[in-house]
């Protein structure tokens, strides 16, 4: 809740939000006042003062009958939106019902209406609204009826297809099993959870039928005299456009700043809505084009290739800090995995690696050093080519990461192109080759297939031969096998093992799923609530881990030698959220070892041994105690 | 007595040509208070399967049984008396976040369960008593889906099955979105809960060494075609089909 209203309260702070805000009030406040100060003013024949030019006391003169053109514009606004206003809420009360009623009538009905409003969606309102008028005739009343049938489809159609994604969901299937009934359905499911994108066209609809009721009173369909509003002031003015100008260009500018008004606050609405849905959604999807590595001078094997020093990542927008200060190094040939739940920050570590954490995250380190070059000190060009030609990353989603409508063999070329210049031809040929060397069967046919037609673990094959396209000093795999069936998954770890052996590159390989890890990486690093809770090598998960989380995490696996009657180990509670950070160890809440200390004072990460550290204030002692500080500071 | 039995069960997408079997003339017996665990890989039906039971995907042919009465039909529309029983027959979905209304309450959710179970069978459950089954707080009945955490959401969707009073539960992946180290807490659950109310239940899952935690008798899915079946504990230690041990083979666990 409280971050939704800070949402909001950005979208506003924006010039979009703030001006759309200030002419929101403006034409709101016209339409309510100026009928009330103005209104004699607008309405008193004055024979006097006829036809009038600008002077000091009609400031745009007068009309023919010697009323101040000035005060009828802005009395004229009250009539104008009043009626925009109801004709938008008929308009959208009309097409809702009409949308929505398909999925409460049985099937046949149900497609007969919806080709109903999809054929009336293909006749152009206004069009419809003037056929429409003859029927209901002319005056005030005629022209909201005909333009609101005449939008209705409009709403009908966006309420249908919003619906029927809505229809599709889950909760709906659920909802069906309980033999929920079809409307009680449409209302309590369907509706709420389409009224966004309702209330945002609605908005932009009032403008729409701002334009189009000036324009029906304009042609003489829609406001009789004695009424007027601004398409009625203007039809009358525009005769004396040459002597009185203002007559004609006033209620001009008036429907021209209303009917943005509302448009632009349907759009600021919009920004609202999706900036909100934005923020619900993982920051950790963050996909771009992958990278394409040239070869580095990296030196000898071993030698470290990406080395980070108290990292963070920030959202100030949030308040929150899902990586506080995290440390470690990675070495050529070497497969190290990053463990950790949901929400410990092993992505958006990984992320800041690539220069990929999603706006409005800061990335800070005391160093972050990609293939021997501080990659923080760099320019933006500079670093954009460190990172393209050191750096290859395969993401959990090969579908997201590849596009769907351009041939796989175009996409990996796209990369040497771009990064390395080669020529079509030979960026083809280069395409090819990895293909071949992901194991993908026939790769000359595949390359010229969309990704649509490959299996999942053949596009993740897809993407890890991309991230070859050259020769990366760094691989980053965020969740590379969550997605694949546990088969296909081995063969997925076996080449990403292979290309690292072959390569002499680097894995930082990311994964919930510490058994996964335990297959493909030597050393192991645990992260809870955005910090590194324990490093470790992988012989030592299954026996000897130090840390009471990752012996947890460890026993948590079911596997096929437990005891079918004893229950799962699991560890209760849940890690703390990312803005209620316990003051001490952020695992004590949860840790069957904890005592007062633990909850007064995080524990500092140490060294235990080589590549081996620790943070807690208890760990066994037949894995060694804490002998010297890793420069990590844990605190806070 | 709840049994649920699948006779001949075929579902097929799409027509002429372009038709896919997604489930292939199946029979399964999911007996009183037991727990069939339904193991395969993506594309092996299970899911498919899974949603014919409960009247979500069309049955080309076969038949659908609770207590030998039939309740689904390829291309028959049952009565309404027996679609009601249809009900009897609940589901938990595999994905938390998208199988709760993001804009219903918890309360108000479980509360649509507790109707249907109370219309059809005079089941007076509360939602109190169904949060405290699930081991969820009741103060959170006012919270919305997206104040919990995955976990404690299909708790909350495990409570709404059950509110309606179901002879069988339908399981379908319901931990393969979570973290492990919830997975855990959430198969004790389920299996407490069976135990404590005697639901029949269908467990599918692709990891069979979760399967094997929770079921009495597993089914091996592959292709639209149950493989193998049998005792859990001998088809997880004595595979008779190759792709049962493929499956075996490939569960993940650490490696020593």
Known sequence: MRRSTSGRAAVLRTPLGISTLVLLVAVVGVAVVAPLVLGSRAETIDVAAMDQGMSAQHLFGTDPLGRDLLARTLVATRLSVVLAVITTVVAAVVGVLAGALPFVLGRRLGRLLVATINLSVAFPSLLLALFLAMIFGVGAQGAVLTLALAMAPGFARLTHSTAAAVAGSDYIAAARLLRVGRARIVLRHILPNIAEPLVVNATTTVGTALLSLSGLSYLGFGVQAPDYDWGRLLSDGLGSIYTTPAAGLLPCAAIVVAGLTFILAGEVATQVVSGRSRRRGTARRVVTAPVAPVAEDTGPAGDVVLRVEDLTVTFPDRGTRPVRGVSFEVRAGEVVGVVGESGSGKSLTAAAVGALVPHPGVVEATRLDLAGRDVRRLGRAERDRVLGTSLATVFQDPMSALNPAVRVGLQLAEVSRVHQGLSRRAAAARAVDRLAAVDIPSPERRAREYPGTFSGGMRQRAMIGMSLMAEPSLIIADEPTTALDVTVQQGVLALLRDVVRQRNAALLFISHDIAVVSRIASRVLVMYAGQIIEELPVSALVDDAAHPYTRALVASIPDMGMDRRLPLATIDGRPPEPDRLPVGCSFAPRCPLADVGCAEQAPPLVAIGENRRVACWKPPSDVGGPRSTAGEGGRG | ?256
Do not use: W
């Open chain 2, 1 to 256: 007595m709840s049994v649920l039995e699948l006779r001949d069960v075929v579902v097929r997408f799409g027509s002429g040509a372009h038709a896919t079997t997604a489930v292939d003339h199946v029979d399964l017996v999911v007996d009183d208070r037991s727990v069939v665990g339904l193991v395969g890989e993506s594309g092996s039906g299970k899911s498919t399967l899974a949603r014919a039971v409960v009247g979500l995907a069309p049955l080309r042919s076969g038949e659908v049984l609770l207590d030998g009465q039939v309740i689904r039909s390829a291309g028959k529309r049952q009565d309404r008396a027996v679609r009601d029983r249809g009900a009897l027959i609940q589901m938990v979905f595999q994905d938390p976040y998208s199988s709760l209304d993001p804009r219903m309450t918890v309360g108000d959710s479980i509360a649509e369960g507790i109707a249907a179970g109370r219309r059809l069978r005079d089941a007076r459950r509360t939602v109190g008593g169904l949060l405290d089954l699930v081991r969820l707080n009741p103060d959170h009945e006012h919270l919305l889906p997206r104040q919990l955490s995955g976990g404690q959401r299909q708790r909350v969707a495990l409570a709404r099955a059950l509110a309606a009073d179901p002879e069988v539960l339908i399981a379908d992946e319901i931990t393969s979105a979570l973290d492990v180290s919830v997975q855990g807490a959430v198969l004790n659950l389920l299996r407490d809960i069976k135990d404590e109310t005697g639901v029949s239940v269908l467990f599918i899952s692709h990891n069979l060494a979760v399967v094997r935690y929770l079921a009495d008798h597993i089914a091996v899915m592959a292709g639209g075609s149950v493989v193998e079946f049998g005792d859990a504990v001998q088809v997880t230690e004595q595979p008779r089909n190759p792709y049962t041990r493929t499956l075996i083979a490939a569960v993940p666990t650490l490696l020593r």
